[in-house]
């Protein structure tokens, strides 16, 4: 938690209380239902929470905006992002049924308000639309873009950027970016250049505006 609190000064109570819980909450679930990989449990704060905090420090989500996770896994980076966002509608989507179980006892322990969790594919998710999707190496950027444009609503819900995509990804994402066809319009940044920790290096965040 004190990594947490290393580059973010102004969270109320209530959202400290929640980021503290999550260490507990995760490590028990974890014991039951393996969402996190072993060797991580240990750096949760840093390469779980922190991590998809990245998508905080550049985009500011308008309250009111509807932000979609696509494959949250355990719940990230969603969980993380709609405690720092409380008047953000969150939707945490996973095919993995376990998965989506652990997410819905996270969100009850935390009392968080702003989030759904639902099994299910984002690609057959009818009806609903979103100002932003989020992920985290999930899929190739090419398939998150083909699965979610659809339901991604022109306009701009935060100061920052347009509605659209914004997914953390590691790695050379230079083929990933080029085959995708998106070169000309996806943006790019370092997560070390946002929080100079080692565990981000060769880390990223890619941003796809609607």
Request: charged fraction near 25%; proline fraction near 4%.
């Amino acid at each position: 938690m004190e990594i947490i609190k290393k580059y973010f000064s102004d969270f109320t109570e209530a959202q400290l209380a929640q980021f503290t819980q999550l260490e507990g909450l995760y490590k028990e679930w974890n014991e039951k239902i393996n969402v996190i990989s072993r060797k991580d449990i240990d750096a949760l704060y840093e390469k779980h929470v922190l991590h998809s905090l990245a998508i905080a420090v550049m985009c500011n989500f308008d309250d009111g905006a509807e932000v979609i996770d696509i494959g949250t896994g355990g719940g990230f980076p969603g969980i993380p992002l709609a405690i720092f966002f409380p008047e953000v509608n969150f939707l945490l989507m996973d095919s993995i049924g376990k998965k989506i179980k652990v997410v819905q006892e996270v969100i009850d322990a935390t009392g968080l308000k702003n989030v759904t969790a639902m099994q299910g594919r984002v690609e057959e998710l009818k009806g609903r639309s979103f100002d932003y999707a989020v992920s985290r190496a999930v899929a190739p950027l090419g398939d998150l873009w083909r699965w979610i444009n659809p339901a991604i609503r022109r306009g701009q819900k935060s100061d920052e950027f347009s509605n659209g995509l914004m997914c953390l990804k590691g790695g050379d994402l230079t083929a990933e970016i080029n085959e995708s066809g998106l070169q000309k319009i996806a943006q790019a940044w370092s997560v070390h250049d946002i929080f100079p920790e080692p565990a981000f290096e060769e880390k990223y965040l890619i941003y796809v505006p609607k």
